[in-house]
């Protein structure tokens, strides 16, 4: 089929070439009801049980919780598997579900100077392992300075780690790996879990949704390399969290600051309220653009309106804005390219998707010039030159002879 036929069947449509307003349909229409959730929007909350380890409420504040979350910079939804066998029913092959397992996810989160997530780590293995609760040097078992007293001291001042007592009847210390008692021993039966829960939010247009890990424990734990060749390296820390179950919800975002269906997001403390200088009226040098001359004229009127003193500043403020973005410009040559590209723009979209960036290309005109025209023009002969005119080489051995303007 000849091009213009195809083209042609593109322009006034077929049944089996659409522009792409079909897919807009599809996805945008019922408020982007059908569009596909974006992997960078999401938030964690990690809930410590801080009613049954009421310790860990002095450790972590109310803000060192809140930004905690935020230091997520990747995370694993949950996944499953299935144990399924294989039955026989004479000889037909029957499949029975037997049980489900829960996959580990991992969580990676930033090694932050402040050492929240590392504290976060810390806490959890000093809760359930005594090997961090034995002091070396004279200092606290924290996770923190080896202060002052640890200098020149012996490291066995308080416990000889480098002591074989392998045959001493009395040992100093023996509490050594996994500890099951609890904060409150005999007020409860077993240990509390530090975790509570883990919840995952995604959000989408204005939505969310959330899965739950429910008690959710750490199952390995690994610390970054450093690397002196990795000049732009981040150091990071990655925990997988193995759990019990999974509990999925949705929603809508109240839009409020911070939002009331998502904890400790968009909390105004951790974000620039200010708007970019880009969109401020008057910054850029467009006419019809975002920040332009329209948008200086429009700030401009709307601050007057006000009629207070606030409103006569912001308009002073944004006309001496326009005036500097737009001085030694040439305003007609800005407003008839933008014209031009908002005209190109708008019959570029009224066209169907397989017209667009469509190039025609038209035959060359090509002329011998000499004593031998017209000539048998060979290929070998030609030479397209597209930054001047066509050059013939003359079959006669006279030197090359051109066309053109």
Request: charge should be neutral; charged fraction near 20%.
């Amino acid at each position: 089929m000849a091009f213009g036929q195809d083209f042609l069947k593109g322009f006034f449509g077929t049944d089996f070439l659409r522009d792409y307003t079909h897919a807009s349909k599809t996805f945008r229409s019922n408020n982007s009801a059908l569009s596909p959730r974006r992997k960078f929007l999401f938030h964690v909350v990690f809930n410590l049980n801080t009613q049954q380890i009421p310790q860990l409420s002095s450790i972590f504040q109310a803000g060192d919780l809140a930004n905690l979350n935020l230091l997520v910079k990747e995370i694993k939804l949950p996944s499953y598997k299935f144990n399924v066998d294989t039955m026989n029913q004479y000889n037909r092959k029957r499949k029975v579900q037997t049980m489900i397992e829960y996959d580990p996810i991992t969580c990676i989160m930033h090694d932050d100077s402040s050492d929240l997530s590392r504290t976060l780590w810390y806490n959890y293995f000093s809760y359930y392992y005594k090997d961090a609760s034995q002091k070396y040097f004279d200092a606290a078992v924290t996770n923190g300075s080896l202060g002052p007293n640890a200098q020149g001291v012996d490291p066995g001042a308080n416990f000889p780690y480098g002591f074989r007592d392998i045959y001493t009847q009395d040992r100093e210390i023996n509490d050594w790996g996994y500890i099951g008692e609890s904060y409150m021993d005999g007020a409860r039966a077993g240990k509390p879990a530090f975790f509570r829960d883990i919840t995952i939010f995604g959000m989408n247009d204005a939505q969310w949704c959330a899965y739950t890990l429910i008690n959710p424990i750490i199952s390995s734990f690994e610390h970054d390399t450093y690397n002196y060749s990795e000049g732009a390296g981040i150091m990071q820390n990655t925990f997988t969290f193995d759990y019990e179950t999974v509990k999925y919800y949705h929603g809508a975002l109240t839009k409020s600051y911070p939002d009331g269906a998502i904890p400790s997001f968009a909390n105004p403390g951790n974000y620039d309220n200010r708007p970019s200088p880009l969109s401020r009226p008057g910054s850029a040098a467009t006419v019809f653009g975002q920040g332009g001359l329209i948008d200086a004229a429009g700030g401009i009127i709307t601050d007057l309106s006000a009629g207070n003193l606030a409103g006569v500043i912001g308009a002073i403020q944004k006309g001496g804005t326009a005036y500097e973005t737009f001085k030694g410009r040439d305003l007609n040559q800005i407003i008839e390219t933008e014209s031009k590209n908002i005209a190109r723009s708008e019959i570029k979209q009224t066209l169907p998707g397989a017209a667009r960036g469509v190039l025609f290309p038209n035959k060359p005109n090509i002329q011998a010039v000499g004593n031998n025209a017209p000539a048998t023009l060979k290929p070998s002969n030609i030479s397209l030159n597209t930054t001047g005119p066509v050059v013939i080489n003359d079959q006669t051995g006279t030197k090359p002879k051109t066309t053109g303007p």
